[in-house]
């Protein structure tokens, strides 16, 4: 036992296992998000607003729906690449595309909900950070319907995360569910309050508060 102990310190071998999960960057966000002073001061000039009405919100796009978003992972810049694949490309690492198309047929996520390492894309999701239900109930309902697809297709407002946990977030805002991986408290919150003051959404009280505590967990830049 001795001689394998000597063996493994000389050849830099570990005895046990290494496990099979990683810490994901916490400080992973969408290109155009705001820094955390900027999002602080946007949360703060953002409306107060009790949540509208759901009446009209219907996302299914199937056999004549309403879709008021429009089809989902609509190529909004027409170059061919619809945004669910510009997500993976631009979130997985080790990206391989489908033979001869952008669609991402493989990769690794560094997920930053769980702070886990995922890899391949079936147990992957596209997380809209502002849920599609919560932009209606705070300003989308009155939108355009060209608004509306540009918002539900904003790239600064979709994070590639564990298909699992988002299905657990689903509808719900920041005062409801928050990613269990807390050191990502400060992104998520950045990411949220970009996205709700580009289009002038409201906030709710317990919104705003949630966001408040989200982005005082923001490290100060160092002197």
């Not at 496990?19 to 969408?30: E, I, L, N, Y």
């Not at 602080?40 to 004549?64: I, Q, T």
């Not at 001869?100 to 992957?124: A, H």
Request: charged share 20%; aromatic share 6%; glycine share 8%.
């Amino acid at each position: 036992m001795r001689w394998l102990l000597l063996i493994l310190l000389l050849t830099g071998c570990s005895a046990f296992p290494l496990p099979a999960t990683t810490t994901a960057q916490v400080d992973r966000v969408p290109q155009g998000t705001l820094d955390a002073a900027t999002a602080r001061a946007s949360l703060a000039a953002l409306p107060v607003s009790a949540p509208g009405r759901m009446d009209g919100y219907v996302r299914d796009c199937d056999d004549g729906k309403a879709c008021v978003f429009g089809q989902p992972w609509f190529d909004t810049d027409g170059d061919g690449c619809d945004q669910r694949s510009q997500v993976l490309a631009r979130d997985l690492t080790n990206v391989e595309r489908k033979p001869g198309r952008c669609g991402v047929q493989s990769g690794t996520l560094d997920d930053p909900y769980t702070g886990t390492q995922i890899s391949g894309t079936s147990k992957i999701q596209i997380d809209h950070v502002v849920p599609l239900a919560a932009m209606w109930r705070s300003g989308a309902a009155a939108w355009t319907p060209e608004q509306r697809v540009a918002a539900a297709n904003d790239l600064r407002n979709l994070v590639a995360v564990s298909g699992k946990v988002n299905q657990s977030k689903g509808d719900k805002t920041p005062d409801e569910w928050m990613p269990p991986n807390a050191g990502y408290a400060c992104s998520y919150g950045r990411i949220y309050v970009t996205v709700k003051a580009a289009y002038g959404m409201t906030v709710t009280p317990a919104e705003r508060s949630a966001l408040e505590t989200a982005l005082a967990s923001c490290a100060s830049p160092a002197t």
